[in-house]
DNA sequence: CTTGTAGCAGAATGTTTGTTCTGCTACAGA
DNA sequence: TCTGTAGCAGAACAAACATTCTGCTACAAG
């Protein structure tokens, strides 16, 4: 028997995940992903097959280790706004623990960057962003069910828009007290309209 | 007498600009460039330098031709919300005429994809956003003077991330007509608040 | 029409990119 | 302790990159 590989497909991705998420797709090179993954070239060729579908991969894992441990407690039954200011700041320090000026959103990092070339990444994007306004617009129906169906929707892609702006200041924006006083305020207009 | 030179530093700029405005840094290669200006190699060369030196170049021009002339009113004495309106309706026919999904906005473009790895292109960053934030803040100032200054300052942060949220999701949704509904329900909360 | 200057197109250069290949090495079974 | 399979590190590769160079060409002045 040979000897067993020394990495996961999940632990590669996730080491790839973080460098592309500083560095976006087209500024990381493969070799500085084999630096900083730990994995060899040959590695990675054999489990994703190249540089693209390893960007894919990483896409679905920052979904699954990120944004759905961040946002579920947005699209559990009973969350209300607090729920929606905890995410928020769970991605603002994020940010800070990496040092600022944070990486944002791989997501809506990979929308500027990739997505207007590349319609599979695009596709995931806007995938993504449903998501988010359907989470939003969950939390809006049960603050504030007396509101019509219209006015929900259109306030939770409100809060899709602002959310996607925070992420892509905090890729440039060297202090993270603005943004929570940004996001405080925020929620503060929602809360004016929604209950 | 040799001949003339068949373009301007400028025509140039604007010419490099709406390539680098949809494809990004990394992406748009000088052959790219070459094709996309008719400019050859050595005009480019011999006018600015470089690649990072015609985008920085690009960066200027676009603040000059893009944003002064669309936000200009919004900076005009006796700017109201309307002309918020306007300005956010500008940017997105724009990229509704440049068929969508738009180049979002070149700022925030640049914001994501070179300002992290370029100080240079961070802080012309930064002073674009001191900017919006100083004009939306001016507008708050006419149209909500009893505000106290530190919630006027929060609130025109607040348009300051929810105009870079816009940009970036130009750069990706198909649908305009979602963008312009996301603008009105948002500017009804600014309402709310301020007047 | 001649002349000479400087812009032009495209070839050439050296580097870096993504990808593939090769020889070596670690290690589970016999 | 042997053995052979398969992962590993790094060399090797072609393509693409930003940049520089070269010979030709257009054109304003005389």
């Given at each position: 028997m040979p000897r067993a590989t020394s990495f996961t497909a999940d632990t590669l991705a996730d080491r790839a995940l973080l460098h592309f998420w500083v560095h976006g797709f087209h500024a990381a090179s493969m070799d500085d992903l084999v630096r900083a993954t730990g994995v060899s070239r040959h590695g990675i060729y054999a489990t994703f097959g190249g540089k693209k579908a390893l960007f894919l991969a990483c896409f679905e894992r920052y979904q699954q280790t990120v944004v759905t441990p961040a946002f579920a407690r947005v699209e559990a039954?009973?969350?209300d706004l607090a729920e929606v200011a905890a995410y928020f700041e769970t991605q603002i320090a994020q940010g800070e623990a990496a040092g600022l000026p944070g990486p944002g959103c791989f997501v809506a990092n990979a929308a500027t960057e990739v997505a207007p070339s590349d319609a599979e990444v695009a596709a995931k994007v806007a995938q993504h962003n449903a998501r988010l306004k359907a989470g939003f617009s969950g939390v809006l129906q049960r603050v504030a069910?007396?509101?019509?169906e219209d006015t929900r929707s259109s306030l939770a892609e409100v809060m899709v828009v602002f959310t996607t702006g925070l992420w892509t200041l905090s890729r440039c924006t060297s202090d993270a007290e603005t943004l929570r006083r940004a996001v405080r305020r925020f929620l503060q207009l929602i809360k004016g309209v929604a209950g």
């Amino acid at each position: 028997m040979p000897r067993a590989t020394s990495f996961t497909a999940d632990t590669l991705a996730d080491r790839a995940l973080l460098h592309f998420w500083v560095h976006g797709f087209h500024a990381a090179s493969m070799d500085d992903l084999v630096r900083a993954t730990g994995v060899s070239r040959h590695g990675i060729y054999a489990t994703f097959g190249g540089k693209k579908a390893l960007f894919l991969a990483c896409f679905e894992r920052y979904q699954q280790t990120v944004v759905t441990p961040a946002f579920a407690r947005v699209e559990a039954p009973g969350a209300d706004l607090a729920e929606v200011a905890a995410y928020f700041e769970t991605q603002i320090a994020q940010g800070e623990a990496a040092g600022l000026p944070g990486p944002g959103c791989f997501v809506a990092n990979a929308a500027t960057e990739v997505a207007p070339s590349d319609a599979e990444v695009a596709a995931k994007v806007a995938q993504h962003n449903a998501r988010l306004k359907a989470g939003f617009s969950g939390v809006l129906q049960r603050v504030a069910p007396s509101l019509a169906e219209d006015t929900r929707s259109s306030l939770a892609e409100v809060m899709v828009v602002f959310t996607t702006g925070l992420w892509t200041l905090s890729r440039c924006t060297s202090d993270a007290e603005t943004l929570r006083r940004a996001v405080r305020r925020f929620l503060q207009l929602i809360k004016g309209v929604a209950g």
